[in-house]
């Protein structure tokens, strides 16, 4: 089926979707390590990539190409590549883009292990890499050197919720002849698709919002030209951190309901930050749906809704956070995000922990910084399970 002049919601049902002999109206699980070939011939011909036939699930699988399949079609991508989790995805993309002598520069607030294993690994093999608040396109320009090669952008920013303009991004990507990464984690494509401005390459960690379960682990890629998406898919295939069959088809079930979800999260998350706004004990709140987030009238712009993230600091700074992580009884205390599910958590002890303290603090990750992941429960529920923790600091 031809999906493409479908809503989004239709195209989440049917994206990807193909029928096997028997007339499954579900992908089925192809939990297998290996095909059987027609003949010498057929093998030859699948390894020389003059037939599309099955050879190996590391390299290809139906039920993990009909996931592939889907994501491309919600991004607007040719085709995407399934990894085993997000970080698996991260390094494929490091792997195939960049390599000795080669420079990126990335938003400062980015993912911490994205940033970590950057610095802490590639550099050893002679990659270089610079972070700057990319909320500014003129810190953008300033970082680019005569070897920057990539452009690895994350927006919303993780944990700071802080916006980069999509557009001025692909602008200073081609007067240099870069390529440009967004990591869309935080929006899905039901919020934003950065291949819609421009750019090269899009990313997930599917274990979030996508999968929305909070029950198994994954990335995925989505490359916007073929030329891109070649070295990306062999790199994947190289390092061998492809998807499982059984995650792909969990994803795929799960990514049914992503619009229905997103839907209640956000409505949820703008009440939540509103009423976090709005408390004595609040030092102050970062979402972008509110009036207030200094990129407000961007994400008005590039985003279709604002998400179920928000970050906040409490006046009494981390030991106030702390109390109010140890009080809440309906949020759930751990990491991870885009769940159905609240959680709440600590970057700068938690998911940011092994980046540089100063590093940190320059990026806008304050140590009295609290990440809230809003799921879809009753609101009235989650601001009195919030009003209860805070009535204790």
Known sequence: MDTKNLGFDSRL???????????????????????????????????AGEDDGYIYTRINNPTIGALEDLMADLENGYRGVACSSGMGAVNTIYMSLLGKGAHMVSTAAVYGPSR????????????????????????????????????????????????????????????????TVADNTFCSPFLQRPLDFGFDL?????????????????GIIVAKEKKIYDPVRAMMITLGCNMDPHQAYMVIRGMKTLSLRM???QANALKIAE???????????????????????????????????????????????????NSVKLALLAVSLGGV???IQHPASMTHSKMDKQDRESSGITDG?????VGIENVEDLIADLGQGLDKI
């Open 13 to 47: 049902i049917h994206a990807g979707v193909f029928e096997d002999q028997f007339g499954s109206a579900t992908v089925p699980i192809y939990q297998t390590s290996t095909f059987k070939f027609k003949s010498a011939d057929h093998g030859a011909a699948c390894f």
């Open 116 to 179: 970590v294993v950057m610095e802490k690994h590639y550099s050893r093999f002679g990659v270089e890499s610079t972070y700057v608040d990319t909320c500014d396109p003129e810190n953008i320009r300033k970082a680019i050197r005569h070897n920057t090669k990539l452009l690895y952008i994350e927006t919303p920013a993780n944990p700071t919720m802080d916006i980069t303009d999509l557009e001025e991004v692909v602008k200073i990507a081609r007067e240099h002849n870069l390529i």
């Open 202 to 218: 899009v990313f997930h960690s599917i274990t979030k919002f996508l999968n929305g379960h909070a029950d198994i682990v994954g």
């Open 263 to 265: 839907e209640r999260s």
């Open 275 to 325: 009423f976090l706004e709005k408390h004595p004990k609040v030092k102050w709140v970062k979402y972008p749906g509110l009036k207030s987030h200094p990129q407000f009238e961007l994400a008005m712009k590039q985003m279709s809704g604002f998400g179920g993230m928000i970050s906040f600091e409490l006046k009494g700074g981390i030991e106030a956070g702390k109390t109010l992580m």
């Open 341 to 343: 599910e609240t959680l």
């Open 369 to 373: 910084l609290v990440r809230f992941s």
